[in-house]
């Protein structure tokens, strides 16, 4: 079955500093590949998406990841964390095969961001 | 453009009692899913409708039903509440679900509480 684990359930990070949250999937296949986040009281907000072809895929608010098959990871990284990025972090994964359209989820990463 | 929309934000009701979820999704996205977020659960997918028809189920009893209204909408009825019932249960809607592993946009959620 396929699946993605979430390493840190929680990431404390000063403002300015790098930010890395780290996604690993399980797929004998290419998975299609996403970040969301959560802030406080809302739903998900898509960060952005692996499909096929460029590995390093940009996304919103200065968010990139990098699809590497090697490692199978899917990491999510900012180069500066600005107090507002604190929130609730989720790697999902869209199963490849089957009739079905749903997303399976890690278990997410809360992100804490220090003055 | 208007997001995907869930009624009513917060709902409370007592054990064995009824509940409807709604969810309006992004013009011209034809496909609807429902998730629930419980308390150390996580993120569950429950159902997934597209064109008027349900097309894939979550590992949940038959009292979690719903439906696809022909302007796309859907409602999510959980009848005889359980205390376990209690969690933000988030919609999301995507282009047609043919082309399968579109992205998911997702709305605020409904907070449902059983007392």
């Known amino acids: 079955a396929q699946s993605v684990t979430q390493l840190g359930s929680h990431v404390s990070v000063s403002e300015g500093a790098l930010v890395l949250l780290r996604c690993n999937y399980s797929?004998?296949?290419?998975?299609?590949l996403f970040w969301y986040v959560q802030y406080p009281n809302q739903g998900l907000q898509l960060l952005l998406k692996?499909?096929?072809?460029?590995?390093l895929v940009k996304g919103i608010n200065g968010f990139e990841a990098e699809f590497k098959k090697s490692e199978t990871s899917f990491h999510l990284t900012k180069p500066s964390a600005h107090m507002s990025d604190a929130a609730e972090y989720f790697c999902?994964?869209?199963?490849?095969?089957?009739?079905?359209?749903?997303?399976?989820f890690g278990t997410g990463t809360l992100l804490a961001v220090q003055p | 453009e208007a997001g995907v929309t869930q009624s009513p934000t917060h709902l409370i009701k007592t054990r064995g009692q009824q509940a409807t979820l709604r969810c309006s999704p992004i013009?011209?996205?034809?496909?609807v899913y429902w998730y629930q977020q419980a308390l150390g659960l996580g993120l569950q997918f429950l159902l997934w409708?597209?064109?008027?028809?349900?097309?894939n189920r979550g590992n949940f009893p038959p009292r979690f039903s719903g439906r696809q209204f022909p302007n796309y909408s859907s409602e999510l009825n959980v009848n005889a509440l359980e205390l376990e019932d209690s969690a933000l249960y988030l919609c999301?809607?995507?282009?047609?679900?043919?082309?399968?592993?579109?992205?998911?946009?997702f709305g605020d959620g409904t907070r449902l509480s059983i007392l």
């Open positions: 013009s011209g996205h034809t496909s």
């Open positions: 999902a994964v869209s199963p490849y095969g089957g009739a079905t359209n749903k997303l399976i």
């Open positions: 409708y597209d064109e008027g028809e349900e097309r």
């Open positions: 999301a809607s995507s282009l047609t679900g043919a082309q399968l592993r579109q992205p998911q946009h």
């Open positions: 797929s004998s296949v290419p998975p299609y």
């Open positions: 692996y499909t096929t072809g460029a590995t």
